[in-house]
């Protein structure tokens, strides 16, 4: 392929002349890559963070405002769908107008749907301004993938991508505790309220530092129904597997759901061979290192999302942990990731990404193992060193998976290729909830009886015994008021013996599709269009 040439936007509506990537030098702090790298690492650390920092002020805000339990729920659920539909539009978006832009319009929108989230006071006004939340993180997360992108050189284009990814790691595992401390001490509203500042400084910086980099062939129209038949598919999808848990996965509407996104899908893929302009050419994925890349993301987050999904609960109701604790705990994982990711950019960039990839989801089927070890009494030092294998492994892969993806796309898709990479993510996060969730409720099912009735407690009605099992699947003992502390504890017993059982299958489930994931590695190979980037400025 040959270099693209670009259009660089000083400012909004100011272009220069077309003028080949690599002399394009930088003019003072507007297009450092250092300098463009801090900049979109604080704004995408506002919205990592708020992906976990959020579910601590659950239940505060269900407290406060009267909410019920499925309202609550939507509090995740609609940022999540709004996130997760609008990711790859929002990459084209950035791919048409310029990442500059989109960049400082997330921001700024995130930010103002955050403070009006603090200001609200009722369940519908938190839930709607989640959704903006979700509609502006998706145009702020490919902009900033975009903008690293065009301004390294391939030969730092990895190191910028480990310092991002380090950056998202860190902010994911460190909300719990951000969060634990600002409901335990201040509000739940303050949770939101942090935002406000971080985005007006991400905002300043965006204004004075970045530079727009266009690709000469960017699109210029815009491919409306490929929009909305994507949009429509990814909905169906997601949509079905936020409701499995309560449908249930043989449930007729879980599967209307299925069925209709494949459709979709299917419709969207025939359409994009007949449009001048698609919102994604199939062509890309001709390339089997970006195909590889998308697989790699969507397994490695089932396996970490999934897995980790019921190492909070047990953290908290096994252990009997607060919110704090339980972070606190998780920092070797954290800690790791922080370590690993630019270590990782500096090994993929020397020896390329196929061993570290491989080796780094080997780690993670390791360390997904050993989590399914874990006991009611293992001790801190025996979970840190699961935990600490975890972050070890994921941060190559997160790291890796991504250069790979966005570096094998031609640069004026990398909008586009951005979005790919979060979506895959988020559908892959979602996914492995979703089975992970159903595997451990089918095992909780099946071996509470059996295990309630070996204890010598009391037989329960259907009824009761669905009741408990709901329960039990997330590490809660259902002991009823006012049982003696002989039965009760009996009960505990039989309760937590039987959740880490569920966890132990999860856990090597999640393990499984880690060491699926080691073949995927292997098909990949370093971004063949990471040269048509930039060396804009001075490194």
């Given at each position: 392929m040959t270099s693209q040439t670009t259009i660089d936007a000083t400012g909004p509506g100011d272009t220069a002349p077309d003028a080949p990537l690599e002399s394009a030098p930088a003019a003072g702090l507007r297009g450092h890559p250092w300098l463009t790298l801090i900049t979109v690492a604080v704004g995408v650390m506002m919205v990592a963070l708020d992906g976990t920092i959020v579910a601590i002020a659950n239940p505060a805000i269900q407290k406060d405002l009267g909410a019920t339990f499925a309202q609550v729920q939507w509090i995740t659920n609609g940022y999540f769908l709004a996130l997760a539909v609008s990711l790859i539009t929002a990459g084209k978006l950035g791919d048409r107008f310029g990442h500059r832009q989109t960049f400082l319009i997330g921001v700024t929108g995130f930010a103002a749907a955050s403070g009006a989230i603090g200001l609200s006071h009722s369940i519908a006004a938190v839930v709607t301004f989640r959704v903006f939340q979700g509609l502006f993180g998706a145009l702020l997360m490919p902009a900033a993938?975009?903008?690293l992108r065009a301004t390294f050189?391939?030969?730092k284009l990895n190191m910028a991508i480990g310092i991002w990814g380090m950056v998202i790691g860190a902010s994911t595992a460190g909300g719990p505790i951000l969060g634990g401390v600002l409901v335990e001490h201040v509000s739940w509203q303050s949770v939101f309220f942090i935002n406000v500042p971080v985005g007006a400084l991400a905002l300043v910086l965006g204004t004075l530092i970045l530079r727009d980099h266009r690709a000469e062939n960017a699109p210029r129209s815009f491919d409306v129904l490929g929009i909305a038949l994507l949009s429509?598919?990814?909905?169906?999808?997601?949509?079905?597997?936020?409701?499995?848990?309560?449908?249930g996965w043989g449930d007729g509407r879980t599967w209307l759901f299925i069925a209709a996104s494949v459709v979709l899908f299917a419709l969207f893929s025939v359409w994009e061979t007949r449009v001048a302009?698609?919102?994604?050419?199939?062509?890309?994925?001709?390339?089997?290192?970006?195909?590889a890349g998308v697989v790699l993301m969507v397994l490695m987050a089932i396996a970490f999302m999934g897995g980790l999904f019921f190492v909070t609960f047990y953290l908290q109701n096994v252990h009997g942990m607060k919110p704090i604790d339980a972070g606190l705990h998780?920092?070797?994982?954290?800690?790791?990731?922080?370590?690993?990711?630019?270590?990782?950019?500096a090994a993929i960039t020397k020896l390329g990404p196929r061993i570290p990839l491989a080796g780094g989801m080997a780690a993670t089927a390791i360390a997904m193992y050993g989590m399914s070890t874990l006991k009611a009494d293992t001790g801190s030092g025996a979970m840190s060193v699961w935990f600490a294998l975890l972050g070890l492994g994921l941060a190559p892969v997160m790291v890796g998976a991504t250069e790979v993806i966005v570096g094998n796309a031609p640069m004026e898709l990398s909008g586009v290729a951005g979005g790919l990479q979060q979506a895959a993510m988020q559908i892959g996060g979602s996914l492995g909830t979703a089975v992970l969730g159903a595997v451990m409720a089918s095992k909780v099912d099946g071996d509470l009886p059996g295990n309630w009735t070996g204890a010598g407690l009391p037989q329960l009605t259907p009824d009761q015994l669905g009741k408990a099992s709901e329960a039990v699947q997330v590490g809660v003992a259902p002991v009823p008021k006012g049982v003696p502390d002989q039965v009760a504890a009996k009960i505990t017993e039989v309760a937590h013996h039987t959740f880490i059982s569920g966890m132990s299958l999860a856990s090597l489930v999640?393990?499984?599709?880690?060491a699926v994931a080691v073949l995927v590695a292997l098909l990949t190979k370093r971004g063949a269009n990471a040269e048509s980037g930039a060396g804009v400025g001075h490194i």
């Open positions: 993938l975009g903008l050189p391939a030969e429509g598919a990814m909905f169906c999808l997601v949509w079905a597997l936020i409701k499995a848990p309560s449908w302009e698609p919102l994604i050419p199939l062509g890309l994925f001709r390339s089997i290192p970006l195909s998780l920092l070797p994982l954290t800690g790791m990731m922080i370590v690993g990711s630019p270590l990782a950019g999640a393990a499984g599709v880690a």
